[in-house]
Structures are given as structure tokens and as C-alpha cells.
């Protein structure tokens, strides 16, 4: 059996090639003269399945795409504190090419147009232009899990009519955000802009990104989780030119767009997409590369803002009265409740505040204005099943950590089923003398602890 999504992916660019309107980037000579014919997307899961259609394997050069990684890399190198100091985060409605700063702080508005781009550039460690070019270069290398190269042809003809990303080069010395030779900085941006990729590099690329910063092929870390974060955001309010507004709504994934026509989407937590096909709309987007993000996001729900995940149902409640087993008929819990409450998937605070909800209306006292409350406020112990949870956020963690203090402190028996170890709970509160909670990785543990060794249960109650 074949898989259905390479034959969709050629659908949906067979659909996108009739659309004709647009030209090639004309202020770089080689860009100018790419076949506008090209035409190819890529689309890569966050466990490192690419998927591809078209002119897949064509370079073409990343440009403004680089933009994005180069903004995380200086994060990495001077920390996010100092990159603020130097680069704003707010949209603008400028030409990506713009002489501006920002008034008041004079920094580059942010790290997608060119003055914030040269900026960060600038703030990659490295002793001489060269080391700072071959940082980026390694860098994106191993985001693309392949070494790229520069393209020399393009880097010449963009150095060639560099005179608007020289003089940004200038402005920025001028006003005390560079500090080195801005020549040397522009011609190592240029660099850094010609580098070669193809959609399936770039989709991986932007997969890392959804991935939280992971390399969804080599599961190295490449990029911090708070970096990644900082990047989407900048990605989402000035990744496409000054089309934001209508790409966020439209689309509704942090992109970034570059003048050889290539487009990359990174959908936090799902999949990295790359188009590519060199026509340009007025606002220096890829035409169909635009329709085709479009087209993938419509059909496959990749909107960000769509709601498309209540998160109501992580938790259900049930009781079972202990049946006592041969070894300990005349245990004390045998013939009382044990209330077990259950969580599921990935827990982050409406999760675990559901979790609190129940806790205190099973077993707080009973609430006259909630008839049902306070119905187990003699269960015996009260078994906390993480079995089915996949992840537990720092503030789910932190809110499960008090709630089993609570009932500790409250003189209640606390079990917890964590077969996956997902609760940390001794090394997030290692304080010694603090009570925890006896924590198992079976159900039959957890029977055999409340109700002695070879005790049953019998479900009386499955609900919530
Ligand atoms: N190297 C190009 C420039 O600085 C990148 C522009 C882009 O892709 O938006 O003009």
C-alpha cells in the first residue's frame, strides 16, 4: 500500500501551477533569471518523516529564510536579554529593505527586516567575519542534517548591488547597534542569505522548530526550547513581508518567506512545511508557494488558531470498593472506597486544574450549593493514575506536586500509577522530611498496597 499524502502534495501543486501571476526577485541578477517553472513543497513530520512532491530536489538559495535561524543562533550566543537590547520584536509595516530604527531605542524594529537581520548577523560569535559566516553555515548545516554550501554565483550578484544592505550596514554602525566593520558584517549577511537549500532541508528545518527545538531526524537538541519560542513569535508577527495580517489569518502558521521564492511554515507540536517556486507577488511572496500554504492549511487543519482541542477531557474520576484477597482477609480497607482519579495525554493547566476540581469536590466537605459533593470524603486512599499521561507541563507539575501535598497533609492514603515516571516529584521538591506519595507502576501495585497483597476491586462508580 501506498501512503495517500505524496499523491496529495502532487495534487495540490498540480492545482497551484496554474496560478501564472508574479515574477522573479529582479534585484539580484541570478534570482532574476531562475526558472519560474520550479516548483516543488515538502512537508516534515515532528518524529522526522519527510514527505515531497515536485522539484524536491532543487536548490535554491534560503535568503530571508535564514533570517529566522540566524536570530535563534544569536540568542544561543549572547542570550535573549542581549539581543533585545539590540533588535525590537514589533512588526513593521516597512519595506524589508527599509533604513530604519526603531525611535526612541534606536534597534532595527525586529530580526526579519534586513536591519535587524544584519544585526543579528553581527551578534554570532566569531573572532573574524569569516568564523561568524562558518558558525551560521554549520548551524543551518545541521538543522538541514546535510552540509549546504553558498552559492557563489548568487553571493556575487547580490554583493554586486548591495548598496541598500550596505548603507543599512552604516546607519547601524552609525547609531552604535554594530560595533564592527559593517562591510564586513553586510558581505558575511549576504553570505549567509545565498546559502543553498532545498524544500526537503527546509522542512526539516522548520520541523526542529516544531519539534521545540529538537531535530526530529538525529533527536539532538539544536536550538533551546525558550529560543524556539522567541523565533515562532517573531516568525508569526514578521515572518511574511508586510502580508502578516492576511498570512496569520489566511494560513495561520509562523512562517518565514525569502526573495528566491522559498517559504517555510513551522507548526508548533505538528509538522514543518517548505514551498518553493521563485514567482513573487508585490510583497516579495512566493505566489504560489502562498496558495499552496493556504491550500495544505485549509485541508489539513493546520490552522494555529483553530480550537480544535478542548481540554476538558484529560481527567475522569472512578470508584472501586476493595474486595479483600486470601492473604489478608481482615485487611482494614477491605469493603471500603478508594477513589481513583485518571489523567490523559499531554497535561498543562486546564488539565490539572480539572484535576484540582475534582479532588476538592469528591473529597472536600460537602458543598450545600453542589449536591454530590463531598461523597468520598471517607475513600480510603485515593489513587491518582498517570498511566495514559504523555507529559506533565512545569505548571501541571507544580500544580499536582501541591494538590498531593494537600492530601498528604490532609491524613490521606495518595497512590500514584506512574509507569513512565512523568511525575518528578522527589526532584522538585527533594526538601527532606517532605511526605510523598507512595508511587507505583501498576494498577495490581496499587491494589495490593491499599487493600493487602492479592486484593480486588469491584467498579462502582466511572464518571466525570
Ligand atoms: N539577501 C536578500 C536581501 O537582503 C534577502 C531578502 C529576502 O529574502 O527578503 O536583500
Redesign the pocket.
Known amino acids: 500500500m501506498k501512503s495517500p499524502i505524496p499523491d496529495y502534495l502532487k495534487i495540490v501543486l498540480e492545482n497551484a501551477r496554474a496560478i501564472e501571476s508574479g515574477s522573479p ?1 529582479s ?2 541578477e541570478t534570482l532574476a533569471k531562475a526558472d519560474p517553472s520550479k516548483l516543488a513543497v515538502a512537508l516534515a513530520t515532528v518524529d522526522g518523516n519527510i514527505y515531497s512532491a515536485g522539484d524536491d530536489r532543487v536548490e535554491f ?1 534560503i ?3 535564514s ?1 529566522a535561524f540566524v536570530y535563534a543562533i544569536a540568542i544561543e550566543d549572547i542570550g535573549l536579554q542581549g539581543v533585545l537590547e539590540k533588535i525590537g520584536v514589533e512588526p513593521s509595516g516597512d519595506a ?2 527599509q533604513l530604519s530604527l526603531e525611535r526612541g531605542s534606536n534597534r532595527p524594529v525586529n530580526p526579519m527586516i ?1 536591519a535587524g ?1 544584519i544585526t543579528a548577523h553581527s551578534l554570532v560569535t566569531g573572532a573574524t567575519a569569516e568564523e561568524r559566516t562558518e558558525r551560521i553555515l554549520k548551524g543551518l548545516s545541521k538543522l538541514a542534517g546535510r552540509q549546504l554550501h553558498v552559492d557563489e554565483e548568487v553571493y556575487e550578484a ?1 554583493l554586486k548591488s ?1 548598496d ?2 550596505m548603507a543599512i550596514g552604516y546607519m547601524l554602525k552609525a547609531a552604535g547597534i554594530i560595533s564592527c566593520d559593517p562591510q564586513d558584517v553586510v558581505r558575511g ?2 553570505r549567509q ?2 546559502i543553498n537549500v532545498t524544500v526537503r532541508d527546509l522542512a526539516i528545518m522548520a520541523a526542529t522548530l516544531s519539534n521545540a527545538g529538537v531535530h526530529p531526524k538525529t533527536g539532538e537538541r539544536v536550538i533551546p526550547q525558550a529560543s524556539v519560542r522567541q523565533v515562532l513569535s517573531v516568525m508569526t508577527t514578521c515572518g511574511m ?1 508586510d502580508a502578516a495580517g492576511d498570512w496569520v489569518s489566511n494560513v495561520g502558521i509562523p512562517a518565514k ?4 521564492g522559498g517559504i517555510i511554515g513551522a507548526l508548533p507540536g505538528q509538522v514543518g512545511i517548505a514551498t518553493f517556486s521563485p514567482n513573487l507577488d508585490e510583497r ?1 511572496n512566493s505566489v504560489r508557494g502562498v496558495a499552496i500554504c493556504e491550500k495544505l492549511s485549509r485541508d489539513m487543519g493546520l490552522h494555529m488558531m483553530d480550537v480544535s482541542q478542548i481540554a476538558g477531557a484529560t481527567v475522569w474520576t472512578s470508584v472501586a470498593t476493595i474486595v479483600a484477597g486470601t492473604h489478608e482477609p481482615h485487611h482494614p480497607n477491605c469493603e471500603r472506597d478508594v477513589i481513583i482519579f485518571s489523567l490523559r495525554g499531554a497535561v498543562r493547566f486546564p488539565g490539572s486544574e480539572r484535576l484540582s476540581r475534582a479532588l476538592v469536590r469528591e473529597l472536600g466537605e460537602p458543598d450545600p450549593e453542589d449536591p454530590g459533593s463531598g461523597k468520598y470524603i471517607d475513600a480510603c486512599a485515593v489513587v491518582i493514575s498517570l498511566r495514559d499521561v504523555y507529559s506533565l507541563s512545569a505548571i501541571a507539575q507544580r500544580m499536582l506536586h501541591e494538590n498531593i501535598k494537600r492530601l498528604i497533609a490532609d491524613k490521606r492514603s495518595v497512590v500514584i500509577i506512574d509507569p513512565s515516571e512523568v511525575l518528578q516529584m522527589k526532584s522538585a521538591d527533594g526538601k527532606p522530611g517532605d511526605a510523598l506519595p507512595h508511587i507505583v507502576k501498576t494498577e495490581n501495585e496499587a491494589r495490593d498496597y491499599i487493600g493487602g497483597a492479592g486484593s480486588s476491586t469491584v467498579l462502582i462508580k466511572d464518571d466525570w
Open positions: 526577485a534585484y539580484i538559495s535568503q530571508s529564510i533570517k524589508f529593505n534586513n537581520a547580490e548591495a541598500r544592505n549577511y549576504i542569505c545565498a513581508y518567506s525569502g526573495v528566491a516579495g
